[in-house]
């Protein structure tokens, strides 16, 4: 309840502000300010005010109001109605002021809050009450009042617009009448003289976007408006008739847009010619018509019109590069005045030196001058343009970057953050491709990491973590501790993100990343976070072995007091498959039944099968693993009590005596079926009732869609948790399971590798089909998945008939056809091959799809008993010398190199011709040995002249290979290389040259 | 269907520098055509929001948040971002969903410019100032909530003379503010006598028809 002390206060201030000038309108919006507040203290303002102050004209209109209110103390919902009847001038002006004081109430305080539909159409009536008080306004200046009272009518028509013009943004939508109610009202202010008042009719015009019966109503009036002499109207009426225009009208309206786009005032100009580029989307005809005109607005003395009249010119030719390069040609030699024009040219010269390449004689590119003179400008804008234009180029060279950079550098410590955050974002992109150009600003950088603006700081810390040496790792982990305290989580995982890459990077120094990760991990943060630090954990332990040890403590000591059941459970079961592996396992024991004591069902559960598989796989922990799982037997949840009964029995506690490697195979075997598919299998099995039980041999093992998922992300391993615990490993897990299950391959001994799939068809023909080479030690398999992607056919027998003429040292020994193939269900056939053991054997092989077809009715789903006999051409394929070599990596190449002792060193150089680039010789190299690179060296410093590339790998037989390249690149291209190998097995290093100088 | 209903529609004709430059195989298909930025510089909103983080005047140039309830979720979400950061003496930046947003604050006031992720931060930090500066000066210094509700109208105006359809109009914060501020008299405007006329017309026969 307000208090009279609170009451009068705002009186006196609007007491004040009356004296301060422009007095009706302020009266008039303090009293709307004070009234939309509360509603009892400016009834009492509004008493206050007509007691306190005599003020003619003000006090009359308040009165008009208060008398009203107080007189019918309804819902303001009816109130303004009744007033608005009223054919007295005076209770005409009050129910004005009611009207609009009832929308501002309706808005509450902001005008965007509680605004319903009623409230449009209420402000529609308002409006028409407006447009009557403009009848009126006019009888007040036959009658000779003064014009200021015209104005203040005016301005308080001009405020209702705006509100009500809020309202229709937020798509409060009206019935048709009702929207159309406020469109003619709206354009009954034409009427009004005020160019305030006129420019928000514009804009309500443009807000409501009227259909085309509307647009007839007001063309009329937009056109006189267009060629009036005043310019304002002249330059809006033109945006608002091209905004609600067609092509029809546009024709008729043409003549004097051209006319505007070289008019003298540029307000005019630019609005039309901003117009044109929003009319180039739909009606491109007529604008590319305008052409002449354009080009002489290209030469406008006026910056902005210089802008608009580039963009659009530009857009007008951007199909024509010759006209574009003419363009950018005559313009950089002038001098174009706006600093944004500028910037649009430096786009379109960006454009013209991508299609057009280097000058292959004397090596520079053309308008790079151009670019590096923009570097100079005195606008920081066009500076930071052609900066970015220059870092942006294809194959920048250094020469050409580095003053691109020390600009860059320059804005770093600029007091600017917007320009801190341009140049660190820019650098930051630079140091993907060349992170040599960027060290000279790493000390600008470091000071950055304390930035006020986060987004600053934390593109200034995964920068540094690009361009950083091993030296410096300590240094900077330093400083970003003192930092990850004060950060969003966002920006942690970006930060967590960049330190497992610098780990992979340089592993030796996994102990201060590790040590920093687990650190981070034991202080706040969210489930993202948490989940990014973990998986990030899980991927070093998996790639670098040292840090296994380490790694699972830190884990473990996150799930004593993990909130996420998600997290604990995941890590639980890493723990299982990876925790027995150790040298010293008991030592985990304590930390999972923790989790049987503390957690709850689920972690409990988890826990459990963890504890099993420690049971399972050491035996001297066995009798101690019992000991903890009898006493789950009593545990509250029936999930956690059933699990640890069905452990005791399969561990051998119980009755039930399995064998070991059946135990194991229970326990840490994974459902090798897709679930979706098992899902499918399963639906359909309890759709038909049947005695049969459900054999999970019948569920489809390919995933569908598999190799698209694979194109799209070629060589990125599945990371994290929700990955399986070693992605190479365990697709061979899959494929060997998969292979070992078909009785004709089971004999051939243990699968060394699969390779990736490769495609023998073209993306998107009637059937899909790529392979799978799979390498025994005395056989190759390969597996042939196919899709039907016709759904009217059904495909049966399909088998791959392989010409091996090109592959002599290969037998084919046996086939298995795949019986029926429906559509959009790939499945798989195989052929295998015998070959001589333990040796390398090459060849190409030609492959023929052979199936029969059979015409599927689409509307039932069922085949024609009648098929045809078919055959489809299959691309041909390869078994290289890569597919008998394993891609293992070692943590620290200089150890394993030593370690393996220059006995069976094989060094020997080799011409690799012209190559495009140093990287592309060292690609062609890696890909063609099939190791796996180490220590990040499969990274070329852009524009180095030699590099040296670290190898390594399993060859066939299981023999250790550690290649080492060294490349030297010269004037005209040429590429050659030494090659060292080492290896258990010095036939084996002379295997990897054979493979060199005949690949 | 409403005629606000529409807008939807209709508004897909301004957008500008959304799409890739269109290809009509002038390449001679000598490579795949990819989306490369030479298109003008694009504004995707302009937001003024209060001291709460509700609106006082908003206006977006791109169909990146087609409803009303996506617009005020992106909203509340700059606002919370950016709620906390001190943008009162200098520009801040901040990124957000593949939007760089550069901001500043003034009293109860927030002002907010957007562009896409790949647009040239300094231009945007230029509208944003232009925008200042021009409501600076048409509240005559007094940049506050209050002020701004009591003369929304002429935000509106100036928010539609900075950019149209996503263009940049005019950057001078205070040409801006000229454009904006003549609520003069101007006894040679036309005056439209037709129009009621008109109104009328279209009455009737929409009146017939039903």
Known sequence: MATPESSSAPAMEIHKKCEAGNLERTVFNHILWVYSENLHDGMRALWSFKVECDM???????????????????DPCTMAQPLVKKDDDRDEEGSLWAGIIFFKLKLDYSPFLGIEKGAVLQEARVLMTLSWMQGDVRRAKRSRRSDSDVVTVSLSLSLSLSLSLSAIQMHITPVRFEATEVFFAVTKLFQSRDIGLRRMVYLMIKELSPCADEVIIV?????????????????????????????????????????AIVDKNPVVASAALVSGIHLLQTTPEIVKRWSNEVQEAVQSR???????????LHQIRQNDRLAVSKLVTSLTKGSVRSPLAQCLLIRYTSQVIRESGVNTQTGDRPFYDYLEGCLRHKAEMVIFEAARAITELSNVTTRELTPAITVLQLFLSSSKPVLRFAAVRTLNKVAMTHPMAVTNCNIDMESLISDQNRSIATLAITTLLKTGNESSVDRLMKQITSFMSDIADEFKIVVVEAIRSLCLKFPLKYRSLMNFLSSILREEGGFEFKKAIVD?????????????????????????????????????????????????????????????????????????????????MIDSLKPRIFVLLRRCLFDTDDEVRDRATLYLNTLGDGSVAETDKDVKEFLFGSLDVPLTNMETSLKNYIQDPTEEPFDINSVPKEVKSQPLAEKKAPGKKPTGLGAPPSAPTSTGDAYERLLSSI?????????????????????????????VKHIFDRHVVFQYNCTNTIPEQLLENVTVIVDASEAEEFSEVGTKPLRSLPYDTPAQTFVAFEKPEGVPAVGKFSNMLRFTVKEVDPSTGEAEDDGVEDEYQLEDFEVAAADYILKVGVSNFKNAWESMGPDSERIDEYGLGPRESLTEAVNAVINLLGLQPCEGTEVVPSNSRSHTCLLSGVYIGNVKVLVRLSFGIDGTKEVAMKLAVRSEDENVSDAIHEIVASG | MGLLEETGTNKEINKIGSSP???????????????????????????????????????????????????????????????????RTEAEITMLENNIIVYKFVQDLHFFVTGGDDENELILATVLQGFFDA????????????????????????????VDGGIVLETDGSIIAGKVATHNMDDGAPLSEQLLYEIRIFLAFSAVES
């Open chain 1, 743 to 771: 009785p004709e391959f089971a004999s051939f001994g243990k699968l060394f590798k699969s390779s990736a799939p490769v495609e023998l068809t073209e993306a998107e023909t009637e059937y899909a089909v790529n392979v």
């Open chain 1, 56 to 74: 003619g004209e003000a006090r009359i209109r308040c009165r008009g109001f208060v008398y009203r209110r107080v007189e019918i103390k309804q």
């Open chain 1, 219 to 259: 063309t009329s009036s937009l056109m006189k408006d267009m060629n009036s002499r005043t310019d304002m109207y002249r330059a809006n009426a033109i945006r608002v008739l091209c905004r609600i225009t067609d092509g029809t009208l546009l024709t008729q309206i043409e003549r004097y847009l051209k006319q």
């Open chain 2, 21 to 87: 430059p269109s290809c009509e195989h002038k390449c001679y298909g000598c490579r795949p055509c990819e989306a490369i930025q030479e298109a003008c510089p694009t504004i995707k909103n302009i937001l003024l929001l209060d001291s709460e983080g509700k609106r006082v005047a908003v206006k977006y140039y791109s169909d990146e948040w087609p409803t009303n309830s996506a617009k005020l979720a992106f909203e509340k979400s700059i606002f919370t971002k950016t709620q906390k950061t001190n943008a």
């Open chain 2, 135 to 162: 409501v600076t000066l048409l509240l005559r210094n007094n940049v506050e909530q209050r002020e701004a509700l009591e003369n929304l109208d002429l935000i509106l105006l100036c928010l539609d003379e900075i």
């Open chain 1, 536 to 616: 990030s954990i899980v991927i070093l332990i998996r790639d670098i072995p040292d840090a296994k040890e380490s790694g699972l403590l830190h884990l473990c000591e996150f799930i004593e007091d993990c909130e996420f059941t998600y997290l604990s459970t995941q890590i639980l079961h890493f723990l299982g498959n990876e925790g027995p592996k150790t040298s010293d396992p008991s030592k985990y024991i304590r930390y999972i039944y923790n989790r049987v004591i503390l957690e709850n069902a689920t972690v409990r559960a988890s826990a459990v099968s963890t504890l099993a598989k420690f049971g399972a």
């Open chain 1, 302 to 312: 006026a910056a902005l019109v210089q802008f608009h009249a580039l963009a659009l």
